[in-house]
């Protein structure tokens, strides 16, 4: 069964950093790209960020760009995202997606983990 | 940045059909994809690279992509379809959603 399972959300003010982490089960890691996605209260989903199979590739939504850092490690079949310089916007439910060539689509979704950045 | 426009919401009656656009520049020569999303729960995935279903997925969703506009229909829609649908695309390596389209089935 493949399982994601995202962790390191919480309450932060702004300015300040948060690190989230996604581990993943049940299927090769290191064959899909995995990415990021976050949606803000009440609204739709947003892509945030990418990175390929090696971590050699990495794409980012320009509103983050600069701030958070995508990274992975395939020795522990996890997935990390670095978050910097954390305003108000940022606040949301973060999901780690998983996508594969054969496809172009999110296969496989997490649960979420919720980033609050406030005073 | 590449966008993807989708009517906020659609409303349709049991049994009746459910068609979901999605407009982007040139949207069909990229692939698109579907995504639904119920109350309180991740989303998943129903339609991938314009019209193919994943396992699991009923055969009352299919899907069409030409011109501008990408289409979700749903056949036969049912109360359990009522939820969020969001459009998706890849464009240079980016992956833009739509704002999603509020489904309601009564």
Known sequence: ?119 | SYELTQPPSLSVSPGQTASITCSGDKLGNKYACWYQQKSGQSPVLVIYQDTKRPSGIPERFSGSNSGNTATLIISGAQAMDEADYYCQAWDSSTAPFGGGTKLTVL
């Open chain 1, 1 to 119: 069964e493949v399982q994601l399972v995202e962790s390191g959300g919480g309450l932060v003010q702004p300015g300040g950093s948060l690190r989230l982490s996604c581990a993943v089960s049940g299927f090769t890691f290191t064959t899909y790209w995995m990415s990021w996605v976050r949606q803000a209260p009440g609204k739709g989903l947003e892509w945030v960020a990418n990175i390929n199979q090696d971590g050699s590739e990495k794409y980012y939504v320009d509103s983050v760009k600069g701030r958070f850092t995508i990274s992975r490690d395939n020795a522990k079949n996890s997935l990390d995202l670095q978050m910097n310089s954390l305003r108000a916007e940022d606040t949301a439910l973060y999901y780690c997606a998983t996508h594969s060539s054969s496809s172009l689509a999110f296969d496989y979704w997490g649960q979420g983990t919720l980033v609050t950045v406030s005073s």
